[in-house]
């Protein structure tokens, strides 16, 4: 049975939290060196890697998510692999394959694991959906088990681990759409757009007027570690998981309190994987921000990476020109927010 956490424990989280903040505003600070605006999507990316989610980042070509990424892991002072994804990457590139080696004691030849690019604190999948699905598919275990299997034995893949993967349209050519199971892996799916007039100037000034700036180490990776212990051990109170739990059943066709929209548009809803999400990428924006508790605002801020992936729009939907968003956020305006309501049905 868990403990209960005693005063002192408290004082210390209360402490760490304010730590978390501090940290992340030098992040951001540090990040501002070698990217120009991306405000929210730098936010998104900090919130899965202190809850230990995977990213994916969507986006044409040029939008500088690549940098992003290798920038990220040089502020949190970990090991960063990039794999370029091209349409004759095989599952063996990835995850790494046995070599045969010479024994220098026995003279025996023996066959070595030689490891491959996925083990690395962050790695970047880039242009994910340019590989074939067989490859796309080598991913899902190193996700979601933290390990490799090859040669009949497990490897432990190095903690922290976070996939952070990008992706171009999916109306470009040569792309492949990842399988539903892959998208499910990955906590969010974040949408890159094409920078305003301002900051493409101050893109022009930043990149063609000086050298790449070198970035500073905020955390380390025991630090980061620490603080994604600290996020489990934050409390939600009982009327956010009522909250969540109804915003994400509402996203499935043919239930009983089911929008009649949903059911015009939605081929299959959201499973549980958003809820767990939700609340685990709540509990981190409220950290980041200095505070102790989730509250509704931080789930309905979340909404849109968390659930736009998770869900399938029929015939109709596109037909009409509807996206996951355009879904969402109507059942974000929907649903009802208050507090009370949802205090009253926990009683």
Known sequence: MAQEPTEIDAADDVQAVERLRAAREQIVGELRNAIVGMDDVIDQVLIS??????????????????????????CLSLSFHRIQFTPDLMPSDITGTDVLQDDPETGHRKFVFSK????????????????????QAALLEAMQEKMVSAGGNDFQLDLPFFVLATQNPLEQEGTYPLPEA????FMFKIHVDYPTE?????????????????????????????????????????????????????????????????????????????????????????????????????IQT?????????????????????????VIRRLLEQIPADEKLYEAASA
């Not at 230990?52 to 920038?71: D, F, I, M, Q, Y």
Request: proline share 6%.
């Open 49 to 74: 890697v202190f809850s230990r989610g995977h990213c994916l980042l969507e986006g044409v070509p040029g939008l500088a998510k690549t940098l992003l990424v290798s920038s990220i892991a040089k």
């Open 302 to 326: 979340l909404a849109l990476p968390v659930m736009r992936h998770r869900m399938g729009l029929n015939f109709a939907a596109q037909s009409e020109g509807v996206r996951t968003d355009d």
């Open 198 to 298: 301002d900051e493409e100037i101050d893109i022009m000034r930043q990149v063609t007027g000086r050298a790449s700036p070198d970035l500073k180490a905020v955390l380390s990776k025991e630090e980061i570690l620490s603080l994604q212990a600290l996020v489990l051990r934050v409390p939600v109170a009982d009327h956010i998981f009522r909250y969540t739990a109804k915003l994400v059943r509402s996203t499935r066709p043919g239930g009983e309190d089911t929008p009649d929209f949903i059911n015009d548009w939605v081929s299959f809803g959201t499973g549980p994987r958003a809820c767990l999400n939700l609340i685990l990428a709540g509990k981190a924006r409220a950290i980041l921000r200095g505070r102790f508790n989730v509250a509704i605002e931080d």
């Open 116 to 135: 491959g690019p996925l083990f690395a604190n962050i790695v970047l999948a880039d242009e994910i959906n340019r590989t074939p699905p067989k490859t």
């Open 182 to 185: 892959q998208l499910d892996r």
